[in-house]
């Protein structure tokens, strides 16, 4: 079946400081993948996604590249912000295996200090 | 306001109670979803719905009821309340069918702790 494996948190950071959340799936089909932010008391909401190996999804700073060769979908950001701080959601879609549902990784919280 | 909402917030109840969760979008988006959320897991999907009358099972369906009469609400009812579905709910909506990438919408979150 599906499944997704993000780093263990809580990862800790200075404000500018480069971070990378590493992320690698397996799948049955054709998946899409997503990164979802879920920032503290609220829901998640879309961060970034890719549809197919080698794009790169992009948004307020973040980025990652759906490689297929690695079965891999890191996000990283150069700078990171205090309001950066959440946790960050790894997740694929996979309608090619007949699932409706997304699947997610277990989160990494981001904590940026000042 | 347009968008996802869910109702309560918060909820406690006791084993064996009855307990619906209201979910309500008002984008007319046909996909509409139930997941849980627990430390360690990530968010699993409970159950799903094409469209108005169309439901079928997520990952871990058991205990749970679903009903979709009207495209804009989903509710799900936890027929007899277990300290094991205490947890943080989330519903989702999508507009059409999770291929090439579809985005799904959260809510806020439902709260639940069984006692």
């Known amino acids: 079946g599906n499944s997704v494996t993000q780093m263990e948190g809580p990862v800790t950071l200075s404000e500018e400081a480069f971070l990378t959340i590493n992320c690698t799936y397996t799948?049955?089909?054709?998946?899409?993948l997503f990164w979802y932010v879920q920032y503290p008391g609220e829901g998640l909401q879309l961060l970034l996604k890719?549809?197919?190996?080698?794009d790169k999804g992009s948004n307020k700073g973040f980025e990652a590249t759906y490689r297929k060769e690695t079965t891999s979908f890191h996000l990283e950001k150069g700078s990171v912000q205090v309001s950066d701080s959440a946790v960050y959601f790894c997740a694929l879609s996979d309608y090619g295996a007949g699932s409706y549902q997304l699947t997610f990784g277990k989160g990494t919280k981001l904590s940026v200090i000042p | 306001d347009a968008g996802i909402t869910q109702s309560p917030r918060y909820k406690i109840t006791e084993t064996g109670r009855q307990v619906t969760l209201m979910c309500h979008q008002t984008w007319s988006h046909s996909y509409m979803f139930w997941y849980r959320q627990d430390l360690g897991h990530g968010l699993r999907l409970i159950y799903y719905?094409?469209?108005?009358?169309?439901?079928d099972k997520g990952e871990v369906p058991d205990g749970y009821v679903v009903s979709r009469s009207k495209t804009e609400n989903f509710p799900l009812t936890l027929e007899s309340a277990t300290r094991s579905q205490t947890s943080v709910y989330f519903c989702?909506?999508?507009?059409?069918?999770?291929?090439?990438?579809?985005?799904?919408?959260f809510g806020p979150g439902t709260r639940l702790l069984v006692l």
């Open positions: 719905s094409a469209a108005a009358d169309i439901t």
């Open positions: 799948a049955t089909g054709y998946p899409s």
């Open positions: 989702a909506s999508s507009e059409s069918a999770p291929s090439e990438g579809e985005t799904q919408y």
């Open positions: 890719a549809t197919k190996a080698d």
